[in-house]
């Protein structure tokens, strides 16, 4: 499975951007899906993650901010990024979970990821 994460830019304070992950399989809607970030010496960490039952995990940080979607013909999952603030600045990378591991927060979950993104935001 390939995943290609893309949509990642610099915005300022406040704006938006949308990321978009596409497969090379049928497989979103099979499988967890999941989207990382990594800030320069930090961890990665789960920003959303979404169940091939639709059901979702938003990290706090970004409750009320970001929503994840899918579409499932299309083999791509959407992140939806509104009110971007500093501490979004990050690489954001989308990873598929075949396992349907119950631990949805954790990288380790996942058994593919795309490349990462880049997401820069500024004040």
């Known amino acids: 499975v390939q995943l290609q994460a893309s949509g990642g830019g610099s915005v300022q304070v406040g704006g938006s951007l949308r990321l978009s992950c596409a497969a090379s399989e049928r497989i979103f809607g099979r499988y967890t899906v999941g989207w990382f970030r990594q800030a320069p010496g930090k961890e990665r960490e789960l920003v959303v993650g979404?169940?091939?039952?639709?059901?979702?995990h938003y990290a706090d940080s970004v409750k009320g901010r970001f929503t994840i979607s899918k579409d499932n013909a299309k083999n791509t999952v959407h992140l939806q990024m509104n009110s971007l603030k500093p501490e979004d600045t990050a690489v954001y990378y989308c990873?598929?979970?075949?396992?349907?591991?119950?631990?949805?927060?954790?990288?380790?979950?996942?058994?593919?990821w795309g490349q990462g993104t880049l997401v820069t935001v500024s004040s």
């Open positions: 990873a598929v979970d075949i396992q349907r591991s119950v631990a949805i927060s954790s990288a380790t979950s996942y058994d593919f």
């Open positions: 979404i169940r091939w039952s639709g059901s979702t």
